[in-house]
């Protein structure tokens, strides 16, 4: 310690330019740190989508969910899996174990998939990988605006399929644009079974004709006059009227075509979900997912900024407008925990000013916050953690700690200064004093950050959740450790005088002031110590007696500026029920509350890649107004309660009343949407209802229980069409 401290005021120049690098270097590091609201908590994990074409759940499960998950067993680091089987889609989520990196993940279920084709059955779907993305990487939404009124929803959703969606997936950190609303269009043939049996002709027989007939090929190239000519054969059908054309059958010469085996039209095809918006029915919406380890207020700017271009080159009366981006609340979360960092230093400035009695070593003790503070941000953007709610709440924590060291050095700097024989250098003096404190400096430091260390060793969703606070208190103690010892000795001896009072006469300041209390206080407790003890027990046992009764949560909520309200409907509606539910039930929102001023709601699902919900869920985004202007209630919870009383009784659907990103963190942590979650096993599905129903009613009467639903899995209606061995005349099959 001595060496370091001797060295320091040996090299003072080379001192202050390090001091004044880590600054500048520590602003910079954080004007390039990923900025995001929230830790990412989600784990390692590649998602596994397969579309079925009309599969049942249980064929689904059977023939392509099982394979899949067969073939990941066994993986290195893997720790388990779930799978969803719903119908047409089977979604299986491979977890692996904490820190493994996503794309060897990635490498080695695309490995395993190549095993997994091969047990699936032929046209039961091809297994692609997810997004690239987490649990919280939905970072914006979209909805396209027609208000010229020109255009279908068919249209709109193929501008956003064909413009938006290649035009935005081409920005920085962008990994994935899904859509969802409007109908794809297709090109269909309504077959006529009467004219199947006329002509004597098959469905896989037409299927055939239409993908031979529906093709561009290369013929190489001829050679005329001395030039080439590249052949090319152009067959891709375009319009309905080259359909029609083609010939599927001939029949004694005569060839039978396309359109006298049925109508050809333009329709949209199937779909298992849609968009609707504020009561007056569907809407298209984009869904920009970033991809992991992005900077979130970044990319959100970014895609902004092509949303702008994008809008200039639309046709004329379609505008792209945004319902909902994580820029607002990232933006506030990080100003708030900014603000109360400026406002901390402000105040322990303030407290070392008229606890120090003087300007110069107050300026050397604050100086210790910023030089901390940089040093903080450069151990982040080497470390790779991003500027959130956990780590610079980290920071705030850490803020009075910071000086702890820098008052220790500087209080015995200034009394040695009094002490001190008048013909002793003033470089001499700071380095007795700095030394002779420079031990107990260093231990009760190293037990601060010691302290934190449990919290280093919390694995799972806890660990991604706190670790970066621990890290940055950590990371912040050391570097004030590292401004005791070497940079305040500095300091101390540029900016420190010896003072004109001298060690013989009274102090006038406010600890002098303070000490004519305190003094007769420890004097009357030290004669009496009983006394002390029992001040002492009381305050245990009243403690003790509260702490039960504080309740907790894993982290606190925030109020991130918009609702997500999430409906669950009987499993077996079809999609133009819900469709209808939800919209009366926009409509009725918007009438009831003033404070809304937008609703956009997601119905089932729409591409693969992100949600994999069933017709009969629907998630609806609610935008409010700035909660001064609120009438249904003054808080956050309070309109919670309003809305949920308003629809307790709704028709048809209940409500889970919450918020985007805390519904998000719901999902990683309990693998429901739920805050708390009870699942039950068995093999009679109506016993497993009925006692689901009995554990909702108990729920009920539990204190603190807000809302609760019973989920069942599988409540589909059937209808089963089992083969006798005859063929079938239409279909050629058995």
Known sequence: MQGIIRFALDNRLLVVVLALATLVGGYFAYRTLPVDAYPDISPALVQ????????????????????????????????????????????????????????????????????????????????????ITTGLGQILFYVLEDTSGQYSTTELREIQDWIVKFNLQTVK?????????????????????????????????????????????????????????????????????????????????TPVYLNQLGDLDIGGEIRRGLTTKNGNGEVVVGMVLKLIGSNTSNVINAVKQELATINDNLPEGIEVQPYYDQATLVKAAVTTVINALLQGIILVALVLLAFMG????????????????????????????????????????????????????????????????????????????????ARPILFAISIIIVVFLPLFTLQGVEGATFKPLAYTVAVAMFGSLIFALVIAPVAASLLMRSPKVREDKPRKDIISFLLKGYKPLVEAMVARRWIALALAVVVLAVGAAVAPRLGSEFVPRLNEGDLLIRATMAPSISLEKAKTTITVFERQLMEDFPEVTQVVSRIGRGEVGAHADPVNNAEI???????????????????????????????????????????AVDELLTGTKAELAAKLFGDDLDVLVEKAREIEQVMGTVRGAQMFNAIRSVAHRNCALRWTGLRSPATGSM
């Open 48 to 131: 596994v989508f397969v579309e079925t074409e009309g599969l049942a759940p249980e064929e689904v499960e059977k023939y392509v969910t099982y394979p899949i998950e067969s073939a990941m067993n066994g993986l290195p680091e893997l720790d388990h899996v779930r799978s969803i089987s719903n119908f047409g889609l089977s979604v299986v989520n491979i977890y692996f174990e904490d820190g493994t990196d996503i794309y060897f993940a990635r490498q080695l279920v695309g490995e395993r998939l190549q095993v997994a084709r091969e047990s699936i059955p032929a046209g039961f779907g091809e297994p692609v990988m997810g997004p």
């Open 358 to 437: 003087g300007l110069r070593p107050s300026l050397v003790v604050a100086l210790s916050i910023p030089f901390s503070v940089g040093f903080t941000f450069l151990a982040m953007k080497i470390f790779g953690i991003s500027a959130n709610l956990m780590s610079l709440g980290g920071l705030a924590i850490a803020i009075g700690m910071m000086v702890d060291g820098a008052v220790v050095v500087v209080e015995n700097v200034d009394r040695m200064l009094r002490e001190a024989k008048p013909d002793e250098s003033r470089l001499h003096i700071v380095m007795r004093a700095c030394q002779s404190v």
């Open 621 to 663: 985004f609610v935008a409010l107004k700035p909660q001064e202007e609120w009438v249904s209630a003054d808080t956050l919870d309070g309109l919670y309660a309003a809305m949920s009383k308003r629809f307790e009784d709704f028709p048809g659907a209940k409500f889970n009343f919450t918020q985007p990103i805390a519904a």
């Open 173 to 253: 950190g962008v990994t994935e644009v899904l859509s969802i609303g409007g109908e794809v269009k297709q090109f269909q043939v309504n077959v006529d079974p009467n004219a199947l049996l006329r002509y004597d002709v098959s469905l896989p027989e037409i299927k055939e004709r239409i993908e031979a007939n529906n093709a561009n090929a290369g013929a190489q190239f001829i050679v005329k006059n001395d030039e080439e000519y590249i052949v090319r054969s152009v067959g891709l059908a375009t319009d309905l009227e080259s359909l029609r054309n083609i010939v599927v059958k001939t029949i004694d010469g």
